[in-house]
């Protein structure tokens, strides 16, 4: 009971002063397990326990594999293979989330540097939260990393960042990329259309590709106002001379439909599902 109407009041203190605050055993509730989630993922960090899958991006004209998606998953001992979305989200706003981020990244450029040395050179993009890009310094800490990774062509890697987040704070997100592509790296705006970017902003933004948002992609089929916006943003990636990717592409059809309308690279599970690095050369 102590304990309780201590934390009332420490929130009622939080809020402002001069007020009274009533303890609430759900989101009491819910802070723990959320302390409690954070410290497994601290520690499936320092235990390895995270890995990362790879979805290759494919031209359809010619079925040549032009880069690949690294998306973390972990590798939890009891439950098996988490998704991102089972983990990030109780880590989006605290340190580990830019820790997780950093891991992933250095991974990447491991990878590249592994797949290199056997022959292979394919560009891998890697996944950047707001967190990361805007708090800390996003660019010194790639810089670092680089770095660490010294045969590996900048170009090989390209950040990933999503539509929602570049506005947040247009201007700062432009000039982070900026300084980031003086190192040679190249950007994407990943689930385009899911957000209401304006034209002005995309101006902004030196985003080398568009990625057009999955459930747009998924739903062009059956409702023209999706088939509106998919074409839309295809002839928006032609006019800033950017490069348009589809994602979530499930069938033939879907493929076959965007070659029509000009856009011929494309990831989704029709082609390959995400998988292990190991898999990826076969
Ligand atoms: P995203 O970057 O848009 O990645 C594409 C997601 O769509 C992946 O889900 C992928 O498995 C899934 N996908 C691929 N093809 C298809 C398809 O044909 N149909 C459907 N329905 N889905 C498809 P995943 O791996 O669960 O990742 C979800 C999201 O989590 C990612 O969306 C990305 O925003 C985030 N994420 C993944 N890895 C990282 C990471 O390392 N760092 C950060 N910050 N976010 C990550
Ligand atoms: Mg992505
Ligand atoms: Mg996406």
């Known amino acids: 009971l102590m304990r309780h109407a201590d934390q009332a009041m420490y929130q009622a203190k939080q809020i402002g002063k001069n007020r009274f605050s009533v303890f609430d055993a759900t989101l009491d509730a819910e802070t723990t397990a959320r302390h409690q989630h954070r410290e ?8 390895g326990q995270f890995v990362l899958h790879y979805q290759p991006k494919v031209n359809l004209r010619d079925g040549k594999v032009v880069g690949v998606e690294a998306l973390v998953r972990w590798q ?7 998704p991102p979305h089972d983990f990030l989200p109780s880590i989006h706003d605290h340190p580990l989330g830019m820790e997780l981020g950093e891991w992933v990244l250095n991974q990447a ?3 590249i540097g592994e797949w290199r040395r056997s022959g292979l050179l394919i ?8 967190q990361q890009l805007l708090h800390g310094n996003f660019n010194d800490m790639l810089s670092a990393l680089l770095n660490r990774h010294p045969d590996i062509p900048h170009d090989q890697l390209e950040l990933e960042i999503l539509e929602k987040s570049t506005h947040q704070d247009a201007r700062q997100v432009s000039e982070i990329m900026y300084q980031c592509l003086a190192s040679g790296v190249e950007f994407s705006i990943d689930d385009f ?3 209401n970017s304006s034209l002005s902003e995309l101006k902004q933004l030196p985003a080398r590709t568009l990625k057009i948002d999955q459930r747009l992609v998924s739903g062009m089929l059956d409702n023209a106002d999706d088939l509106s916006i998919v074409s839309s943003i295809i002839g928006l990636a ?3 001379r950017r490069n348009v990717v589809a994602e979530g592409v499930e069938t033939e059809r879907h493929g076959a439909r965007l070659l029509e309308l000009g856009c011929s690279l ?4 029709c082609i390959s599902a995400p998988m292990p ?3 990826l050369p076969a």
């Open 40 to 47: 497994q993922i601290h520690n499936a960090l320092s235990l």
């Open 123 to 130: 560009p891998v993009s890697v996944n950047i939260s707001a």
């Open 193 to 195: 259309g899911s957000g």
């Open 277 to 279: 690095a190991t898999d």
């Open 238 to 240: 032609t006019t800033f």
């Open 76 to 82: 939890h001992p009891e439950v098996g293979l988490l």
């Open 109 to 111: 450029l491991c990878q």
């Open 266 to 269: 494309a990831q989704g599970f």
